[in-house]
């Protein structure tokens, strides 16, 4: 098909246009999961931005639904022949105004997008996630509130507890923060995430970019009813190869003490969310600080099953070096067996075996193929990349010990918006 004017006649090609992947550096964090996740290396980032190469980028969208804050979600009308170049983009505090058109008489006339020429097509719609998981939350999820807090106007909260939840003598230092918004609205659902300045500057002079950490707390609080809440947050000392270099935000943030400020933006995140039905059944499969998200839908699952309002069933997966390096293991201990079914992977505990998340889930299989039998069952995977795979090769022996097909069961699990998965 060939672009045309509302005249009938052909545009010509200073008039077409076209939509242009861009990154939004109002909102991006600089995770780098949209760098992971392009299978071109179309993206790339600089001290300051990531942004997207248009000579390269083909919409492909695998990079979208893993995004926690949805800043890569963004698509500009350009004249095809201006794309933002990555100088620019490189350069920007925000994104661009939609490039305009210069009218016959000299005039600028409105937007390209509107101006009754063709939109190339960008082959946005219709394109599945490649990703492990579900682009698409539960269909009974509550509505999410998502980047009410930007790097332009960060809100400040209060440090209201910092407590150590791996015991004294290990070296995994994992802590229970809690923050407290005041009467800045601040809302939250489990499974969400939000981000935080740490003070100071690079190397460049550059002030540091925000950290993202999933909340702890259920919607209503850590202390419920108070507009606060959790996060989970370990000590990191080493880089990925085992040289000393300390976390900047994950030390900023366990040697806070009680009063201390810092800055937040988000809250982040719209698909990895609890289901809202009192009949749902959640699998949660998780290793070190993936627990967070946990923590907060089964505590949240704990208090309305004290209102009468949760009927469904609840199993962990909990993975961690040793018992004393599980964070929140007392607590968790306390929680009833017929609320909770745990079972907790050891891989380093004195005198057992190595045990990992994917050994136990075969071990269960015949009870976690029951309930993913159920479509009331919606299935979180958080913690290290390494985990995933492991997991995902675990639940296709499951569903294979069954006599199912795991192709089959993982795209309706992802269609159906039950399987979850965020791993870092």
């Not at 599945?128 to 009974?140: E, K």
């Not at 810092?262 to 749902?280: C, D, K, R, W, Y």
């Not at 009331?376 to 069954?402: D, R, W």
Request: include cysteine.
């Amino acid at each position: 098909m060939s672009a045309s004017t509302d005249s009938g006649q052909p545009a010509s090609s200073s008039t077409r246009i076209m939509k242009q992947h861009l990154i939004d550096p109002e909102v991006c964090i600089r995770c780098n999961t949209c760098e992971e996740t392009c299978p071109i290396d179309a993206i790339t980032h600089d001290s300051n931005n990531y942004v997207v190469d248009a000579t390269i980028c083909n919409h492909c969208m695998a990079c979208v639904p893993p995004c926690p804050t949805g800043a890569i979600d963004n698509w500009l009308n350009v004249l095809t022949g201006r794309p933002h170049t990555l100088e620019d983009q490189f350069s920007w505090e925000e994104l661009p105004p939609v490039q305009e058109e210069p009218g016959m008489d000299g005039s600028v006339s409105v937007a390209v997008a509107a101006a009754g020429v063709l939109v190339e097509d960008s082959g946005l719609d219709g394109v599945p996630s490649t990703g492990a998981g579900s682009s698409i939350p539960p269909w009974s999820a509550a509505q999410p509130q998502v980047n009410l807090y930007t790097h332009k106007n960060p809100v400040t909260a209060t440090v209201v507890g910092n407590y150590r939840v791996t015991d004294e003598d290990t070296e995994s230092d994992i802590r229970h923060i809690v923050l407290d918004f005041g009467a800045v609205p601040f809302p939250v659902l489990e499974g969400q995430s939000i981000a935080i300045f740490p003070p100071g500057t690079d190397s460049s002079g550059r002030a540091f970019h925000a950290r993202q950490y999933s909340i702890a707390s259920p919607r209503d609080g850590e202390r419920p009813r108070y507009n606060n809440l959790s996060l989970t947050v370990k000590r990191v000392m080493t880089d990925s190869e085992g040289n000393v270099v300390p976390g900047i935000c994950s030390n900023y943030l366990c040697d806070l003490k009680k009063n201390d400020t810092v800055q937040v933006i988000g809250p982040f995140g719209s698909t990895f969310l609890m289901p809202n039905h009192p009949e749902a059944n959640i699998i949660m499969i998780c290793t070190g600080t993936g627990s967070a998200p946990m923590r907060a839908m089964t505590e949240r699952c704990r208090r309305q099953l004290k209102e009468k309002a949760f009927n469904g069933k609840l199993m962990l997966f909990f993975g961690a070096r040793t018992q004393r390096e599980l964070p929140y293991f007392g607590p968790l201990m306390n929680l009833p067996a017929d609320f909770i079914d745990i079972n907790l992977a050891l891989s380093r505990e004195p005198g057992q075996p190595k045990r990992y998340v994917q050994d136990l889930i075969r071990e269960r299989s015949a009870d976690v193929v029951r309930l993913l039998d159920n479509e009331n069952t919606s299935v979180y995977v958080c913690g290290l990349k390494g985990m995933e795979e492991g997991v995902l090769q675990a639940l296709e022996s499951a569903t294979g010990s069954a006599g199912g097909q795991w192709a089959e069961v993982h795209a309706k699990l992802k269609a159906q918006g039950r399987l979850h998965v965020e791993t870092y």
